[in-house]
């Protein structure tokens, strides 16, 4: 027997990628946690089952509340930027989340782009990338400035822009 899905709110939503060119292999693709003790985000071609999105406007910050444990939270959170290192992992973190990310108009649809918080000190955003990568789906980074933009990114890689996908359609109905 089914079970029926947990009630959405207008501020729930999924993140996913966008292509920046065309064609795209990482595009449209969810931001999930790989799980099983590791923090990273891998995309697939499905939502997420549990993680339904929300903003804390006040912070910047990306929250994910599972809606079968709503006590719990996670958030999106930046890797650390090492020295002369062009990309660091992006991880979706229990009882955590980064702060300075904000919803920008580019291009005809809105993007997540990171604006500081507490990686930013050594690093800076130049936009998201995908990458076939060590778990079995594609992984995302963030760009930390370190990359010459004249060369081509690593083999497998591409930049994507993260947007939203929101719960409820436009029509009001639930998805």
Known sequence: MDRPGPPCTTSEYWLKTSPIASPSSFTPLYLRLHGDGVASVVLTSLP????????????????????????????????QPRDKYGWEPVEIRADDAEDGFEWVEEGGKEVLV?????????????????????????QLFWLTGMLDPAKPLPAGCEKVEIVREWLIPRDGSCA
């Open 114 to 138: 990171w604006t500081g918080g507490t990686a930013m000190a050594r690093g800076r955003f130049d936009g998201w990338m995908a990458c076939d990568w060590v778990h079995g789906h594609p």
């Open 48 to 79: 997420p089952k549990f993680l339904r999105w929300h903003e804390e406007p006040a912070v910047g910050q990306q929250i994910a509340i599972p809606w079968k444990s709503p006590e719990k939270t996670f958030g999106l959170v930046m890797g």
